[in-house]
């Protein structure tokens, strides 16, 4: 070694001698001589104990005669740079300073240093093993007396190679073999699934030319090497699905990425896509088997996927594979039959993508606060409408990943019963669902997804808020795979429970219309165009009318005052029929006598009716529209809030009340159209008597002087109904048509409540006059 500076002055070390150094312990930088030691100086004569610092021998001295060092002080001891120094500013020197880990103490820290570590030894991957077409890495096994390694991984070099397992790997989840270092491990997942698929394409290699002959060499070595490995596993898998049974430990080797399988969710049968599979565990730590699935959902604007986990506990033996909570959809009893009914039930919930007013015999359910379904029996007439779940369920609102279509949409006109949008509103309804893809299109294909796939799980939309409805015009239409994975779900409003519900796409059913409800409805002709003009206008002609400021003054509200039973709620009943679209009628259970939540209840209320065109009908208005007074804050906040809220709504509201005169003024300028129902007619009741006597199934023996005597009778609508509903009652009983002794004798029965009735009129009237 070089030569440290000394204090005695020495320059060099004769020949012949060996010199020691010592640090100064004052001055670390320095140096002093220790001893000077002749060559037939012995080990145990260098009685050297403290501070070595290096030692010249100039060959007189053998280094293994040297003492040890002396351990490192505590003090950093100062890096020495043997090049000169510069003058260059931090960061400035061209070029890089390598460190390197040093020695690792128990657990695993270590210290940075300049100097390579000295046990590096050359990389066992390098020029020479680049030109073999396989490499197999092992390891040790332990606890297996049947083998001392097995295999680590394995690395496909031969280019050859990759281009055949390009064809045999195609769309499995993770897997590019295209790549130019393609590895596998673990279970080898990848190999094992396409195992028959990669014996079939070996197969088929020709030995026509000399690449082919090399492709078939190269990929008979993998085969050789993975059955050396796996070939009991393989056996043993291949021999339970032949006989469709399969043990847990082994349900790995049944799942394969990108496979459709079939399971059950809410009891409605669904097909979905397999994304992947693992062994874990429950949240109560029982061993399951897990399995993420994607299937296609509606988020109100766009199809896209949507992931789901389900799981297989953990069970002892062989199971029959049809018999597991999600299995290949091939494995299925009926397997073309099922995949034909998915398909046809994924084109109807196309078809009922975007509002739409449609009946519905089955159950609802929705979440309730504790996290459980709530179930309802739901039999009469709902609203699909995805959007508007979002819009007033958050906290459970449908957002899905969007995928690209290769095919555009298609824009026809919309299909009977689906709900038209208000002009300027929404444009995006007025579509028929999209027509089967074109020949050539691939059904396997769940469309190609564009950059990030969305798999953010934290339950929100993308960009945080949900698309406009507008952009629903770009939806190209579903492919036969898609619609095979659809939801059996569709979100929407029942009009009979008042609640927003999950319904299942078998249960819903076309509307039987009551195509004669609007020419039964006894009122004067004149009168009941009106109406109907003014309605339907209103509908096609929204955004015409405005006021000064937008928005405001749009609607069209129309108040039927009048005695009760002549007519005035089946008024709004039949005018909803008659355009078919939904009647929503609201009463004062609906909003609560609250002012701080009937003002927002009542908005929702507003704004659905407006979004679907809908009919609104405030029964007994008189309870939220009666005069304000000095003494009734309460009352007079309920009244402001409606007067605030109604001019701003924009769809057709009636008001039904027999107590007009109780209506606040400030009503009366809010009110386009005031109809007053006077009490039935003669001709008027004779008409109610035939239509509800010929709308029966049941016959009847009424004569026209019998029904002329009862005309005679001074009755409403609704008391006439009644009668004829237990006089049928009655004829039931005795198995008899009904005649007129039935309908005699349920007046006498019931007519003393009207007689009553009218007496108490008669006398309030007499003490007013």
Same mark, same amino acid.
């Given at each position: 070694?070089?030569?440290?500076?000394?204090?005695?002055?020495?320059?060099?070390?004769?020949?012949?001698?060996?010199?020691?150094?010592?640090?100064?312990?004052?001055?670390?930088?320095?140096?002093?001589?220790?001893?000077?030691?002749?060559?037939?100086?012995?080990?145990?004569?260098?009685?050297?104990?403290?501070?070595?610092?290096?030692?010249?021998?100039?060959?007189?001295?053998?280094?293994?005669?040297?003492?040890?060092?002396?351990?490192?002080?505590?003090?950093?001891?100062?890096?020495?740079? /043997? +090049?000169?120094? @510069? $003058?260059?500013?931090?960061?400035?020197?061209?070029? #890089?300073?390598?460190?390197?880990?040093?020695? %690792?103490?128990?657990?695993?820290?270590?210290?940075?240093?300049?100097?390579?570590?000295?046990?590096?030894?050359?990389?066992?991957?390098?020029?020479?093993?680049?030109?073999?077409?396989?490499?197999?890495?092992?390891?040790?096994?332990?606890?297996?007396?049947?083998?001392?390694?097995?295999?680590?991984?394995?690395?496909?070099?031969?280019?050859?190679?990759?281009?055949?397992?390009?064809?045999?790997?195609?769309?499995?989840?993770?897997?590019?073999?295209?790549?130019?270092?393609?590895?596998?491990?673990?279970?080898?997942?990848?190999?094992?699934?396409?195992?028959?698929?990669?014996?079939?394409?070996?197969?088929?290699?020709? /030995? +026509?030319?000399? @690449? $082919?002959?090399?492709?078939?060499?190269?990929?008979? #070595?993998?085969?050789?090497?993975?059955?050396? %490995?796996?070939?009991?596993?393989?056996?043993?898998?291949?021999?339970?699905?032949?006989?469709?049974?399969?043990?847990?430990?082994?349900?790995?080797?049944?799942?394969?990425?990108?496979?459709?399988?079939?399971?059950?969710?809410?009891?409605?049968?669904?097909?979905?896509?397999?994304?992947?599979?693992?062994?874990?565990?429950?949240?109560?730590?029982?061993?399951?088997?897990?399995?993420?699935?994607?299937?296609?959902?509606?988020?109100?604007?766009?199809?896209?996927?949507?992931?789901?986990?389900?799981?297989?506990?953990?069970?002892?033996?062989?199971?029959?594979?049809?018999?597991?909570?999600?299995?290949?959809?091939?494995?299925?009893?009926?397997?073309?039959?099922?995949?034909?009914?998915?398909?046809?039930?994924?084109?109807?919930?196309?078809?009922?993508?975007?509002?739409?007013?449609?009946?519905?015999?089955?159950?609802?359910?929705?979440?309730?606060?504790?996290?459980?379904?709530?179930?309802?029996?739901?039999?009469?007439?709902?609203?699909?409408?995805?959007?508007?779940?979002?819009?007033?369920?958050?906290?459970?609102?449908?957002?899905?990943?969007?995928?690209?279509?290769?095919?555009?949409?298609?824009?026809?006109?919309?299909?009977?019963?689906?709900?038209?949008?208000?002009?300027?509103?929404?444009?995006?309804?007025?579509?028929?669902?999209?027509?089967?893809?074109?020949?050539?299109?691939?059904?396997?294909?769940?469309?190609?997804?564009?950059?990030?796939?969305?798999?953010?799980?934290?339950?929100?939309?993308?960009?945080?808020?949900?698309?406009?409805?507008?952009?629903?015009?770009?939806?190209?239409?579903?492919?036969?795979?898609?619609?095979?994975?659809?939801?059996?779900?569709?979100?929407?409003?029942?009009?009979?429970?008042?609640?927003?519900?999950?319904?299942?796409?078998?249960?819903?059913?076309?509307?039987?219309?009551?195509?004669?409800?609007?020419?039964?409805?006894?009122?004067?002709?004149?009168?009941?165009?009106?109406?109907?003009?003014?309605?339907?206008?209103?509908?096609?002609?929204?955004?015409?009318?405005?006021?000064?400021?937008?928005?405001?003054?749009?609607?069209?509200?129309?108040?039927?005052?009048?005695?009760?039973?002549?007519?005035?709620?089946?008024?709004?009943?039949?005018?909803?029929?008659?355009?078919?679209?939904?009647?929503?009628?609201?009463?004062?259970?609906?909003?609560?006598?609250?002012?701080?939540?009937?003002?927002?209840?009542?908005?929702?209320?507003?704004?659905?009716?407006?979004?679907?065109?809908?009919?609104?009908?405030?029964?007994?208005?008189?309870?939220?529209?009666?005069?304000?007074?000095?003494?009734?804050?309460?009352?007079?906040?309920?009244?402001?809030?409606?007067?605030?809220?109604?001019?701003?709504?924009?769809?057709?509201?009636?008001?039904?009340?027999?107590?007009?005169?109780?209506?606040?003024?400030?009503?009366?300028?809010?009110?386009?159209?005031?109809?007053?129902?006077?009490?039935?007619?003669?001709?008027?009741?004779?008409?109610?008597?035939?239509?509800?006597?010929?709308?029966?199934?049941?016959?009847?023996?009424?004569?026209?002087?019998?029904?002329?005597?009862?005309?005679?009778?001074?009755?409403?609508?609704?008391?006439?109904?009644?009668?004829?509903?237990?006089?049928?009652?009655?004829?039931?009983?005795?198995?008899?048509?009904?005649?007129?002794?039935?309908?005699?004798?349920?007046?006498?029965?019931?007519?003393?409540?009207?007689?009553?009735?009218?007496?108490?009129?008669?006398?309030?009237?007499?003490?007013?006059?």
């Amino acid at each position: 070694m070089a030569n440290p500076p000394i204090d005695d002055g020495a320059s060099s070390v004769p020949d012949g001698q060996a010199v020691l150094y010592l640090a100064d312990e004052q001055h670390p930088d320095r140096v002093l001589v220790y001893k000077r030691v002749e060559p037939s100086t012995s080990a145990d004569q260098l009685k050297i104990t403290n501070g070595l610092k290096g030692a010249s021998t100039n060959g007189a001295l053998p280094l293994s005669l040297l003492p040890a060092p002396f351990p490192p002080s505590t003090k950093e001891p100062q890096v020495q740079d /043997d +090049e000169p120094a @510069e $003058d260059v500013k931090p960061g400035m020197k061209t070029g #890089l300073h390598n460190l390197y880990s040093g020695k %690792e103490d128990k657990k695993g820290r270590y210290q940075w240093q300049d100097k390579i570590p000295d046990d590096l030894g050359d990389p066992a991957e390098n020029d020479k093993t680049a030109k073999w077409a396989l490499i197999v890495r092992k390891i040790k096994v332990y606890n297996d007396p049947s083998r001392v390694l097995k295999i680590h991984s394995i690395a496909v070099q031969s280019p050859l190679l990759k281009k055949l397992l390009v064809d045999v790997l195609k769309n499995y989840p993770g897997v590019t073999a295209g790549l130019q270092r393609l590895e596998f491990g673990g279970r080898f997942e990848p190999l094992i699934h396409r195992w028959q698929k990669l014996q079939t394409a070996i197969g088929d290699i020709g /030995d +026509e030319t000399e @690449e $082919d002959r090399t492709t078939k060499s190269h990929a008979e #070595l993998l085969m050789d090497v993975l059955t050396g %490995e796996f070939k009991t596993l393989i056996e043993t898998s291949q021999d339970m699905i032949a006989k469709r049974v399969m043990t847990y430990e082994l349900l790995w080797t049944l799942f394969q990425p990108g496979a459709t399988v079939f399971t059950r969710t809410d009891g409605q049968e669904a097909a979905m896509i397999l994304q992947e599979s693992k062994y874990g565990a429950d949240h109560k730590g029982n061993p399951v088997y897990w399995i993420t699935c994607k299937y296609v959902d509606w988020d109100g604007t766009k199809f896209g996927i949507q992931k789901i986990n389900h799981s297989i506990p953990a069970y002892s033996g062989t199971r029959p594979i049809n018999q597991l909570r999600v299995f290949p959809i091939d494995y299925h009893h009926e397997a073309d039959a099922l995949r034909t009914r998915l398909t046809e039930r994924g084109a109807k919930a196309e078809e009922l993508a975007g509002p739409n007013y449609r009946a519905y015999r089955g159950i609802g359910w929705k979440y309730n606060s504790y996290g459980t379904k709530d179930k309802f029996d739901v039999n009469g007439r709902i609203v699909i409408d995805t959007y508007g779940w979002n819009r007033f369920n958050p906290t459970y609102a449908v957002f899905v990943t969007p995928f690209s279509q290769k095919n555009k949409p298609s824009l026809l006109p919309p299909p009977p019963g689906h709900l038209l949008p208000p002009p300027g509103l929404m444009n995006f309804h007025s579509r028929l669902p999209p027509p089967l893809p074109p020949p050539g299109c691939g059904d396997d294909d769940l469309g190609d997804y564009d950059g990030y796939t969305g798999d953010d799980d934290s339950g929100m939309p993308m960009d945080g808020h949900f698309a406009a409805e507008e952009e629903a015009t770009k939806q190209a239409p579903l492919t036969t795979e898609q619609k095979l994975i659809c939801s059996p779900l569709l979100r929407g409003y029942s009009l009979k429970t008042k609640m927003w519900l999950n319904f299942f796409v078998n249960s819903v059913h076309e509307i039987e219309w009551q195509e004669k409800a609007f020419d039964r409805l006894v009122l004067p002709k004149n009168q009941k165009e009106l109406i109907l003009g003014f309605t339907e206008s209103q509908r096609k002609f929204r955004d015409s009318f405005d006021d000064v400021i937008e928005g405001k003054g749009r609607g069209m509200i129309i108040l039927l005052c009048g005695p009760p039973g002549v007519g005035k709620t089946l008024t709004a009943e039949s005018v909803a029929e008659e355009m078919k679209v939904p009647l929503y009628m609201m009463s004062a259970g609906d909003l609560g006598l609250d002012p701080r939540r009937v003002e927002s209840k009542l908005q929702g209320i507003l704004e659905m009716c407006t979004r679907w065109n809908a009919v609104l009908l405030l029964d007994e208005a008189d309870v939220f529209l009666e005069q304000r007074s000095l003494h009734e804050l309460e009352r007079n906040k309920l009244v402001s809030i409606f007067l605030r809220v109604l001019e701003y709504y924009e769809g057709t509201m009636f008001l039904t009340t027999n107590r007009v005169s109780t209506f606040d003024p400030a009503f009366q300028s809010r009110i386009h159209i005031s109809l007053d129902y006077p009490e039935l007619s003669l001709e008027s009741r004779e008409t109610v008597w035939k239509n509800f006597l010929e709308s029966s199934a049941q016959d009847h023996t009424i004569t026209k002087s019998q029904l002329k005597s009862l005309t005679r009778m001074n009755l409403n609508g609704r008391q006439i109904k009644n009668i004829l509903k237990i006089a049928r009652l009655l004829a039931s009983r005795h198995d008899e048509k009904l005649n007129h002794e039935h309908i005699i004798t349920t007046l006498e029965v019931t007519q003393h409540l009207h007689n009553e009735t009218q007496f108490a009129e008669r006398t309030r009237g007499s003490l007013y006059h």
